[in-house]
């Protein structure tokens, strides 16, 4: 569950992240009231989240625990 768990939060942290890039770098001009758009520090905090968005899907892969895939039970003799 956990694993689960820090996979969601880590591709919804890349999604925001990636969001705010597009919108710190007047690529994403969605809303069109935001604050945000062509303020390059968004950017920079985008990229700081997307890639803790990056870390934690990292992390969530490589963590084994109660969402085991099924190839990875160890053989029993």
Known sequence: M????????????????LLWIGQGLG???WPASS??????PWAMRGGALALVGLALI???RKRRGDDRRPGLRPHRR
């Open 2 to 17: 956990a694993r689960t768990a820090i996979m969601i939060v880590g591709v919804l942290a890349l999604l925001v992240g």
């Open 27 to 29: 690529f994403v001009r």
């Open 58 to 60: 990292w992390f969530a």
């Open 35 to 40: 604050f945000m758009i062509d303020m390059r």
